[in-house]
């Protein structure tokens, strides 16, 4: 008996020795838990660059599918005629519902960014390190969560409020109202804190700008139908004089004019496919020859009419069949028709592709390197003057809006002249016009129908129904979730 | 044994006349026969049961070494012919020893036959030692080797299928090296719910690397009262593999060596659209699609990509015994290619187990396999075969590839794949144990599972070109190089001691211990493209090689290193076990076991799962013994709880997600980004399964039928579920958190049984396996709050098909109930409707009757798990000839056409279709075609009768007779047949209706499975 309590003493012993919950500390490897980050002044960076990672995610350009255009009188679905016909297909006609795929998507991606400008809200505050560089972090991230809140208000209505990294798991919508406020409030903020574009350096040029929040702040409100603060940040942005337009509109949105002057607030990607590129600009690229993308987005005949005669926009905004640009010939692809027509024969869409996204090269990959323009200078200039012409300034309205018709007449005399008019009604509907012609394919239109309450009038043929298709259906899937804590919009 | 032979001691049992006549009748007239009579030898004799002391009929009787032989008639008397050469016979009986008498020069004799206690008295291997089978409380069920041999697989567990009662085996694919889903008593979590394996004393989660013949005997551990031993993983059953050793082998060294070559065919096509039906539907979807519809081709997709394939299954061994050793050595060869195109799996295993004795006292040991594999991936063309338009052809007339719109040409995609695994397991262990003071074994073993694993896998640039000579959607513009390397190393280091002692009628049977496991894991990624040459010999990542000359540019796509979170953690446990029983009557097991892991925070990571069971041979009682025909007799009971933790080991931490990339500057630049992931659960602890089980034993007529009959109740509480939370938690778009939140209900009867006898010299058994599932979902979402259903099933096209909530079985399909086809206009306007429903269109129920039909109106539409699952087997041999058959099935399950269902494009159809509707009163359930959209909702249409029954093996056996093997210098030689997967009788449409899936929530959801081949394999074994 007494080898067997000898034997069992070394066993037991052994184990003693080892201690038992060292030998059950497990840590994660090769990465860092919430406890330990973020510390440093370098966390802090990198946590505020991920705020801007999600901007590059397929899901935040409204859920992978350009749907905000194809919902407007603009485009198309686009692509083969059955590729995606029943997931993106129902947006074009107005069939969409709460389970349409794409919704959860956008909701949770705009979430998941708003989250990580959560964090750098509140961890960052708590780092040493130079202030001046902590608030611009702040304002930053702030920025970004005005600007992902902005995307929720005007496609879902009042959403649920979150301003912390851990908030309830069940939080009701907030109004409308209290959603725009933490949006101005956050803006407003970026404003004052944020340093002018000419302050940073070439290579932080993408972090959002006081010129930026300025920018949004007029667009916020314009939404909003308040035309005295539209106005006012609208001219702060242009009184700045830190923007300009590019000479040539191709450049306003394509690769020469990355950063440039007329740059607003614009997505950086690089041309190495998804992991540091855009698929934005892949999923309406050019389907076929060249295959540069899927081809969704596909600009609709009324838009081509909607051009003057002779607009050199027309051409910088639609890539029809057998156009050569940059040396490329456009040949476009063979399952999808040329032409499609009615019962009637009449024509009722062609195959042609969004030109603004357009970025030099034969490849899909390059085409991840587009730099989608959130906002350029020629919307700011718009803005101003819809906001001037509500406000009765008429001829300032014109100074402005004259100024995005001389630069897209390219020194064409011929074409698109001054507007001189200034009864205030007829300015409304050519500064809307101007901006259909100017921002076409953007993701503007629907909004700027909505807002400006054309949307029944306008979109009512395709399917639009007043009283509902303002906004979109809060996803399916988080209703579920939410056992009753958010209620469906009205009518869906 | 017992071996008597009593023809001098008692002869009482010649003395009835009657026997005397007929006796000295056959003498007679053997005397009148041949002149050489008198070198001959005839022998009359009875064979007795030692226990009643009656005569026995139907004994078996051969003259060893050859195959002459007689049976007892009904008397069990019998008479014998022998040459003087041999005069040994061998008695055989089931459910009695069987014994060899030497009747040189006499003739007549009494054989007394001893009951086979044996089969009762023998160890059942139940973990941390043996107990004797009339001690087992436990619920356990044994598989032979002789079983096992029955269907050729890679994976042992796939020959279990049908066998064993309450075991559900599903093959999830029949490609080449593709596992199959072991499911024990129902589906006990929302997770991993497979077993635990425990070959010689390692625990493993899978036994892949195992030669099946290298298997002596798998016991499948079922109730509570078996598998606490195991503790926080015993939840999902336990099956326990012993291997072969050289123990067995007493007369020296016994080489055995076996081989066998088969064929694999394609059980059954799916019966889809020709090309000219599809031309005809496409012409209704889309008027003039195409012009003639009797000049299109017709191209069968299937025939293009399935075909003929062999396989084949080698092995030797070599077993001994020595005196102070013995040893088992085996190489196994097991090769299989797919019947698609670029699919193959090939095994090497070599397997070592020796033991050293020195003294009575110290044993010590090893059991070693190492197992290199290589295995060959193609791509998923099943699916695109499936969906391929008829009237496309493969190639065009210059033989380059044709193009198929939508899924691409799936001769392309295998043309251009090189999709490559391979890898080396090495599992073992060393073992001593030392016996003090007598009844204390003392036992130590270190055992390893040790894994390397690689894939790499190369894409070259192509193009498959349109009709009109531009580029379709199937191209990769640059060449593709994967590279992936995995490295596991786990050990397990265990120490017990066991005390069995005897006092009177008391004995006990006790086992304590001590177990520390450690697993760790390393995984290196690297992929690249445009490398330089497409061959092999340049399939490395040379940075320099994968440049994109044009733009130069680096081609170095992505490099990941990290481990697999799912291998990388630690276990300590303390167990123990007490057996007792009183007399051979009354027994109860006590079991403990006390386990830690570093999956939870401290403060949560111990868990303590108990057992407690009770046994009783009723057959021992006196007031029994009046029947006689019954051979024994036991009730037992037994309950415990018992954990599961195979989460991966990080989800209790909030994890900061790095490579969030931003990009800044002009030019663009990538910049470094980090932030909070999705949140981790701290608060996560072990499952509990409590079980409980009742459970009858039973064998009659000297065992000639046996059976037994269990109920059990399996409770899983705590269950770790990964739940969807709102999107306004900023988790991201499907991450979903892990919680202790969901509990799932088990319940069932099963039983197995057999029967096992003889006409004449014909030996025949005949077994019957089955168990009732009832699978509810008790509780979701709990105290987490968050959700209380678990949306799964998700099809490629984003619908989700199933759901998870109280009242239904785990991963129920929901959906829409359909009601005939809207057959008119006006029909349309009064039934409620969806905006995309039209004439010809399915009409779904209006399930909450509010008028409208939307998401609200889905519902329960069918199960994946099947309320009963069964086994049938019948064995005969007959002279040198032996057969067995094994039918296997399940009854009562659905099966989502989930292939049928995600239709974007123009894709073929399924036969069905062309009975469409066309008009008013052409039919009510096929309704108008279309490229998808409304009436590819997810819904009963799509819901077909799993229930199956499958003839699963068919051996046929000869053995060559003994004077050809001795000439031959064998022992024994057989040649055999054997066919499996021959037949299924089911009403499902697809290849298979065994549709499994690891994932619990998207069960029995068939998206285009690489069909599970039938297979026909000509083989022999011998021995030596």
Not at chain 1, 295 to 308: H, M, Q, T, V, W
Not at chain 2, 56 to 72: A, C, E, H, M, Q
Not at chain 2, 863 to 884: E, R
Request: net charge negative.
């Amino acid at each position: 008996m007494k080898n067997i309590k000898n034997i069992l003493s070394i066993v037991l012993l052994t184990f003693l020795l080892w201690g038992c919950e060292d030998f059950l500390s497990v840590n994660p490897q090769s990465e860092l838990t919430q406890e330990a980050y973020p510390t440093t002044a370098a966390d802090a960076l990198q946590s505020t660059n991920a705020v801007y990672a999600t901007l590059r995610d397929w899901h935040y350009h409204s859920g992978g599918f350009p749907i905000l255009d194809i919902m407007s009188d603009d485009a198309h679905k686009g692509s083969s005629p059955d590729d995606a016909a029943n997931t993106v297909g129902p947006y074009d006609d107005f069939t969409h519902s709460p389970t349409q795929d794409g919704l959860d998507r956008w909701w949770n991606v705009l979430y998941e960014g708003i989250r990580r400008a959560n964090i750098v809200v509140q961890e960052v505050p708590t780092i040493e390190m130079n202030e001046n560089l902590k608030n611009r972090y702040l304002a930053e991230a702030r920025f970004l969560r005005g600007l992902y809140y902005f995307d929720l208000v005007r496609a879902f209505g009042g959403v649920p409020l979150v301003t912390s990294p851990e908030p309830e798991l069940q939080v009701p919508r907030a109004s409308r109202d209290d959603t725009f406020a933490q949006i101005i409030a956050d803006l407003e903020f970026a404003a004052e804190t944020l340093p002018p574009k000419s302050e940073y350096g070439g290579d932080d040029l993408g972090r959002a700008t006081r010129g930026a929040a300025q920018a949004l702040l007029a667009r916020v409100y314009l939404f909003r139908g308040d035309f005295a603060q539209a106005e006012s940040y609208a001219m702060d942005v242009i009184d700045s004089g830190e923007y300009g337009l590019e000479p040539e509109f191709v450049d306003a949105n394509g690769q020469d004019g990355e950063h440039g002057i007329e740059s607003v607030f614009e997505i950086g990607a690089v041309a190495t496919g998804s992991v540091e590129g855009n698929q934005y600009a892949n999923t309406q690229g050019v389907r076929g020859t060249p295959n540069r993308g899927w081809g969704f987005n596909r600009p609709s005949i009324d838009l081509r009419e909607a051009f003057a005669e002779g607009d050199p926009r027309e051409s910088g905004t639609i890539i029809e069949l057998g156009d050569v640009i940059d040396g490329i010939e456009i040949l476009g692809d063979s399952s999808t028709p040329d032409e499609m027509t009615d019962e009637q024969g009449n024509v009722i869409q062609i195959e042609s592709y969004n030109r603004k996204v357009w970025i030099p090269g034969t490849s899909t990959n390059t085409q991840f390197g587009h730099n989608r323009r959130l906002i350029r200078y020629a919307d700011v200039l718009l803005m101003a003057a819809e906001a001037l012409n509500e406000n009765n300034q008429p001829v300032a309205a014109l100074i402005y809006l004259n100024q995005v018709r001389e630069r897209a007449r390219q020194g064409n005399a011929s074409i698109l002249p001054d507007i001189t008019e200034t009864n205030k009604d007829a300015l409304r509907d050519i500064i809307l016009h101007e901006r259909r012609v100017e921002l076409a394919l953007e993701g503007h239109r629907f909004w700027d129908l909505v807002r400006t309450g054309e949307a029944p009038d306008v979109l009512g043929p395709l399917g639009f129904t007043e009283g509902k298709h303002e906004v979109l259906p809060i996803p399916q899937s988080e209703i579920d979730l939410s056992q009753g804590t958010l209620t469906q919009n009205e009518e869906w | 044994m017992n071996t008597e032979n009593r023809n001098t001691e008692n002869k009482t049992s010649f003395g009835t006349p009657g026997m005397s006549a007929w006796m000295l009748s056959m003498l007679i007239s053997l005397m009148l026969l041949a002149p050489n009579a008198m070198a001959q030898q005839q022998v009359t004799g009875t064979v007795i049961d030692a226990e009643t002391e009656e005569t026995l009929p139907g004994v078996n009787i051969r003259v060893k070494d050859t195959n002459r032989g007689t049976t007892t008639n009904a008397q069990g008397q019998f008479t014998i012919r022998l040459d003087s050469t041999q005069t040994v016979l061998v008695f055989s009986f089931v459910g009695f020893v069987t014994q060899e008498v030497d009747v040189a020069n006499q003739t007549e004799v009494t054989v007394v036959m001893q009951p086979d206690v044996g089969e009762l008295d023998e160890l059942v291997v139940i973990g941390y030692g043996a107990v004797r089978k009339r001690d087992v409380t436990g619920s356990v069920s044994r598989v032979q080797a002789d079983d096992i041999d029955d269907v050729t697989s890679l994976n042992a567990e796939q020959s279990l299928q049908g066998k064993v009662s309450g075991v559900q085996i599903t093959t999830t694919s029949g490609a080449p090296g593709a596992s199959a889903a072991v499911r024990i008593r129902g589906v006990g979590t929302f997770n991993n719910s497979s077993p635990i394996y425990v070959v010689d004393g390692v625990i493993l989660d899978d036994i892949s690397f195992l030669n099946p013949a290298d298997i002596e005997s798998m016991e499948i551990l079922k109730d509570a009262s078996a598998t606490a031993i195991y503790g926080s993983r015993g939840a999902n059953g336990v099956v326990l593999v012993q291997t072969k050793s050289g123990s067995s082998a007493k007369d020296g060294p016994v080489v055995t060596v076996s081989a066998e070559a088969g064929l694999q065919q394609l059980e059954r096509e799916i019966d889809l659209l020709n090309g000219r039906q599809f031309a005809i539907i496409a012409n209704e979807i889309r008027a003039g699609s195409y012009n003639n519809v009797d000049a299109v081709p017709n191209t069968n997709w299937q025939n293009q990509i399935f075909d003929i394939a062999p396989t084949q299954n080698h092995q030797v061994s070599i077993s001994g015994s020595g005196e102070r050793s013995d040893y088992y050595v085996s190489l196994g060869y097991y090769q299989q290619a797919g019947i698609i195109d670029k699919s193959n799996y090939e095994r090497l295993s070599l397997k070592i187990n020796n033991t050293y004795r020195i003294n009575e006292q110290v044993k010590f040991g090893n059991n070693f396999t190492i197992a290199p594999y290589k295995q060959r991936v193609a791509p998923g063309v099943t699916f695109s075969a499936y969906r391929a338009q008829p009237l496309l052809e493969p190639y065009y007339d210059d033989g380059s590839f044709g193009v198929v719109y939508n899924v691409g040409n799936p001769l392309a995609d295998l043309a251009y794949s090189n999709n490559y695994n391979s890898g080396v397991r090495f599992v073992g262990n060393v073992f001593g144990e030392v016996i003090v003071a007598e009844d204390f074994l003392i036992r130590s073993s270190f055992g390893t599972d040790a894994a390397l694993n690689r894939n790499k896998n190369f894409t070259p640039a192509y193009t498959i070109y349109n009709p009109d000579g531009t580029a379709s959607q199937q191209n990769n513009e640059y060449s593709d190089l994967f590279k992936g390397e995995g490295i596991n190393y786990s050990w397990l280091w265990e120490n017990t001691v066991n005390y069995i002692a005897d006092f009177d009628k008391h004995q006990v049977n006790v086992v304590g211990g001590l177990t520390m496991q450690q697993t760790r894991s390393e995984v290196i990624r690297l992929s690249g493209q445009n490398v330089i040459r497409d061959g092999e010999d340049f399939w490395y990542i040379e940075p320099s090689y994968i440049v994109d000359e044009a733009n130069n540019i680096n081609m170095l796509s992505s490099i990941m290193n990290g481990v697999d979170p799912n291998q990388y953690y630690s276990m300590l446990s303390y167990l123990g076990r007490v057996v007792y029983s009183y007399d051979n009557k009354y027994m109860t097991t006590i079991t403990m076991r006390r386990d830690g892991s570093s999956k939870f925070a401290e403060g949560n990571r111990w868990g303590t799962f108990p057992s407690f069971a009770l046994g009783w041979n009723i057959d021992r009682e006196s007031f029994m013994q009046e029947f006689e025909t019954l051979s024994n007799l036991k009730l037992r009971a037994s309950w415990g709880k018992i954990g599961n933790e195979k989460i991966t080991y990080y989800d209790r931490f909030s994890r900061v997600d790095a490579g969030l990339l931003a990009v800044f500057g002009n030019p663009d630049a990538a910049y470094p980004g980090a932030t909070y992931g999705k949140t981790g659960n701290p608060d996560l602890t072990w499952e509990t399964t409590t079980q409980t089980d009742i459970g009858l034993e039973f064998g009659f007529w000297e065992r000639r039928l046996t059976g037994e009959i269990d109920f059990y109740n399996r409770e899983t509480d705590d269950i770790l579920v990964e739940l969807s939370t709102p999107g306004h938690l900023g988790n991201g778009q499907g991450e979903r958190v892990r919680y202790n939140a969901a509990s799932v209900l088990n319940r069932g009867i099963e039983f197995s049984l057999g029967w096992e006898d003889n006409f004449g010299e014909l030996g025949y058994a005949v077994n019957v396996v089955g168990n009732t599932i009832h699978n509810e979902v008790q509780a979701i979402g709990g105290n987490a709050g968050i959700d209380s259903v678990l949306i799964g099933g998700g099809l490629a096209n984003g619908q989700t098909v199933t759901r998870s909530t109280v009242g239904q079985p785990i991963g129920a399909f929901y959906g829409y109930k359909t009601d005939g086809i809207f057959q008119n206009q006006s029909e349309l306007d009064s039934y409620p409707s969806m905006s995309q429903a039209g004439v010809g269109d399915l009409r779904f129920k209006d399930i909450n009757g509010d008028g409208e039909i939307n998401g609200d109106d889905r519902t329960f539409i069918g199960s994946p798990i099947p309320d009963f699952v069964y086994g049938f087997s019948v064995d005969l041999n007959y002279k040198n000839w032996d057969m067995s058959v094994g039918l296997q099935g399940q009854y009562g399950n659905e099966i989502f056409n989930g292939k049928n269902v995600v239709r974007p494009d123009p894709y073929n159809f399924e036969a069905h279709v062309w009975d469409r509707w066309t008009g008013e009163g052409t039919s009510n359930s096929e309704p108008r075609p279309s490229y998808g959209g409304y009436n590819y909702l997810p819904s009963d249409r799509f819901i077909q009768d799993g229930s199956y029954l499958r003839l699963r093996s068919l051996v046929i056996g000869y053995s060559l007779p003994v004077n050809l093997t001795e000439k031959l210098g064998l022992s024994r030689a057989r040649v055999y047949m054997k066919g499996t997967n021959l037949f299924t009788w089911t009403k499902y449409t697809g290849y298979t209706p065994e549709i499994g899936s690891g994932d619990v929530l998207s069960n029995g959801i068939d998206t285009g499975i690489y069909p599970i081949p039938r297979v026909v394999y000509l083989g022999f074994n011998t021995t030596f």
